[in-house]
């Protein structure tokens, strides 16, 4: 049984090839577009369980399809492939709505557990049984995957909600950036831990007044009201 479709826009095709080449022995189907303006059409079209997108294709940028994706109400999972090490083009992809981030040179085992992490976060998993979890005028459920603040629903990506969830499943215990990374992404360490103070950022900004419920500990990390 496949794994789900994962949407790849990416226009050198030595490295589409390779790509499709293990998300398929991965289990997932693949289907690639080479320049953004078929890439988005394709994500609209599809409905793939994640997208991998080139931020320099030609066409629309995938910056610019994650922008009209999460504009559209489109919370697919979104990873950016980019051949540029620089993290403002990192802040910039997190603040669109991205997921994750990947730079070339790049392991392809690398990218494919990413893919598996995003997807898997975007699907839930056993928290689903879970009861609602509440913090101030904050309310998440595990579930439904639904955050509200006194009852508005707030539009999180997959990943800024399992930051929540997680924070929010162990009130008042401070975590490293170090330990979120591993944790909630799935990685070590050598991804930065600037990631993690982005996503809060996010989700801060989100949550608006009731952001106060997320602590920051300077130095050390982050912890939930409890």
């Known amino acids: ?39 988005l059409a394709a994500a609209r079209r599809l409905r793939p369980v994640a997208c991998v997108l080139d931020i320099s294709v030609p066409g629309i940028s995938g910056t610019e399809i994650c922008h009209q994706l999460r504009g559209s109400g489109d919370w697919t999972p979104v990873i950016f492939l980019t051949a540029r090490d620089d993290e403002v083009d990192r802040i910039v992809g997190f603040e669109l709505g991205a997921d994750d981030y990947v730079t070339k040179p790049f392991s392809p085992r690398e990218l494919v557990a990413r893919v598996r992490a995003v997807v898997r976060r975007s699907a839930g998993g056993p928290e689903a049984a879970e009861r609602p979890r509440v913090a101030g005028p904050v309310t998440l459920d595990p579930g439904r995957r639904l955050v509200t603040v006194d009852g ?22 401070v975590f490293t950036r170090e330990e979120l990374l591993s944790t909630v992404w799935g990685y070590a360490s050598h991804a930065g831990t600037r990631t993690v103070d982005v996503h809060v950022a996010q989700v801060r900004a989100k949550l608006g007044a009731a952001s106060t419920v997320i602590r920051t500990h300077r130095g050390v990390g982050y912890s939930c009201a409890s």
Request: hydrophobic share 40%.
């Open 1 to 39: 049984m496949s794994n789900g479709l994962v949407l790849l826009v990416e226009d050198e095709r030595s490295i589409a090839d390779l790509v499709r080449l293990y998300l398929t022995r991965d289990g997932f189907g693949v289907h690639v577009e080479y320049d953004g303006t078929a890439g």
């Open 152 to 173: 508005v629903p707030v539009e999180l990506t997959s990943t800024e909600f399992d930051l929540l969830a997680y924070l929010m499943g162990r009130p008042g215990r």
